[in-house]
């Protein structure tokens, strides 16, 4: 019974996992500089099938999750609705950028990527960051 109870907590947490999300950039600046962690700024707009994409299929996959949450954090911006800083330039959407806690940008990513490509990102940036 004890085995049934734990398989079903581990695959209850594992199918909410969820990335480290934070409403508000200045807040995810603070919690990054706290906890020693990498800020991705995704912009969006409504109506992009590239930004749908990275955020109901690679940004939700249980491999993109794990690897992103050890290091990182998540803030989404819509480029028509919410205040984007000047630096954060984009062409299309999504742009994804990296950032450290001091605001300096790490890495930006134009357009969309598949789950392999982005974890290989991921890492790239968290050796460029240490």
Not at 39 to 51: D, E, G, N, W
Request: with cysteine; net charge negative.
């Amino acid at each position: 019974m004890k085995k049934i109870l734990i398989i079903v907590a581990f695959l209850a947490t594992s199918l909410f996992a969820s990335m480290n999300w934070v409403g508000e950039l200045e807040d995810a600046y603070d919690k990054a500089e706290s906890g020693h962690k990498i800020v991705m700024v995704i912009l969006t707009q409504k109506h992009c099938p590239a930004c749908e994409y990275m955020e109901n299929v690679v940004l939700k996959n249980d491999k993109v999750i794990k690897e992103f949450n050890k290091n990182f954090l998540a803030v989404k911006l819509d480029i028509h609705e919410d205040y984007v800083p000047l630096e954060l330039k984009h062409f299309a959407t999504p742009t994804i950028y990296f950032l450290d806690s001091d605001e300096k940008i790490l890495k930006r990513i134009n357009g969309y990527e598949n789950e392999k490509d982005f974890i290989d990102e991921l890492k790239k940036v968290k050796t460029k960051f240490q």
